[in-house]
């Protein structure tokens, strides 16, 4: 297989390919071989976001601390300074040596304070624009919703094998163990690729309010002639527009509160939110058997078992899985309410 050796921390470097390693006595070696696999496949994950996690917080809290570092010196260092100057003149005449208050007191404090102010602001917005704490929480989130995934892995395939009794060969229905395998690790990557659009749409967003914000933009004042010729009826608002060009970037202020773009936030533009559905256990069931309803609506599902369903947010729906195993009926049951922020969320139904 094309896979580089060191892709997901090695996992497939001897992954099994031969024919002649799913047969017979051999079969046994391959499926530990394939659970080796599919564990290293899900540590590597856990371990590169808490890598990342890690590397973000810190990050995040030296943003955090330089921010409220800086804002508690701009706001108290110029009034404090100032109380100290003002104490030491009193008493003070004018054959009194100078002292490191009078340098300080030529200094412009509050415009010093300002600039400190500004600069925690600044911070403040660096974080927000390029998400270092929302990445750290995320990359956090991420790590614990794998680390159930694995532990839930673990233990059913301690069940499977349970039910086999350790061999698998002269088993009528023997546990599906390469399905258990194969949704593991596709819940893996279905959540490292839900967290990477997450970051894409939370990065999108933030160019979109940066795009937006009319004081950011450049704007070019009108013709000198156009503004000369305004006329003695022209309204109000048409005056204060033209003021506001001929005062720079307050035109762009003045005219985004005068008249605001109707744009929709992106949420509301959303009818439905996609969800995608895995059943556990489908591989056990008689042929043909398997039926999927959600809120009283039969949906079909592929063989594989995966389906993604287009859902209302903010509304309970029922998602019922039945079929017979064995002649026997089977059937499963998982009620969700999902919200906008849910697309593309993995949902798991055992049968």
């Given amino acids: 297989m094309n896979i580089p050796d060191e892709a997901h921390g090695g996992a497939y470097r001897q992954f099994p390919t031969r024919p002649d390693q799913y047969r017979g006595s051999a079969w046994d070696a391959t499926l530990g071989q394939l659970f080796s ?20 917080a810190a990050v995040a809290k030296r943003i955090r601390f330089m921010s409220l570092l800086l804002f508690a010196l701009g706001t108290l260092a110029p009034i404090l300074l100032t109380f100290l100057i003002k104490i030491a003149a009193v008493g003070k005449t004018p054959n009194t040596p100078s002292t490191w208050l009078d340098m300080i007191a030529a200094l412009p404090l509050a415009e010093i304070g300002y600039v400190l102010l500004a600069v925690a602001g600044a ?23 794998l680390e159930v995934l694995l532990a839930d892995f673990r233990f059913s395939w301690a069940q499977a094998m349970a039910q ?110 996609n969800v995608r559905l895995a059943i556990d256990g489908i591989d056990t069931l008689d042929e043909g058997s398997l039926r999927l309803e959600v809120d009283g609506t ?49 949902l798991t139904i055992m049968l």
């Fill in 37 to 56: 696999t599919a564990v290293t496949h899900a540590t590597d994950r856990i371990n590169w976001y808490d890598a990342k996690a890690t590397e973000r």
């Fill in 298 to 346: 039969q949906i079909d599902v592929a063989g594989d078992g995966f389906v993604e369903l287009q859902l209302a947010p903010g509304m309970d729906h029922a998602i019922v899985a039945t079929g017979q195993r064995a002649q026997k009926a089977v059937r499963a049951q998982l009620q969700e309410n999902v919200t906008i922020e849910d697309e593309d969320k993995p």
């Fill in 123 to 145: 911070l403040v917005v660096f974080d927000q624009f390029f998400d270092a704490s929302g990445s750290w929480i995320r990359f956090r989130q991420s790590q614990a919703r």
């Fill in 164 to 273: 086999a009794q350790g061999s698998l060969i002269g088993k009528e229905r023997p546990p599906s163990f390469t399905a258990i395998l194969r949704d593991f690790v596709i819940k893996v990557e279905w959540l490292a690729e839900d967290e990477t659009k997450q970051w894409a749409k939370r990065f999108s967003q933030m160019i979109d309010t940066f795009d937006r914000n009319p004081n950011l933009k450049v704007s070019l004042g009108g013709s000198p002639g156009a503004q000369a010729g305004a006329g003695p009826e022209a309204d109000a608002d048409d005056a204060g527009g033209r003021a506001g060009t001929t005062n720079g970037g307050y035109s762009a202020a003045a005219t985004s509160q005068r008249s605001p773009p109707p744009a929709a936030h992106e949420d509301e533009r959303v009818a439905t939110v």
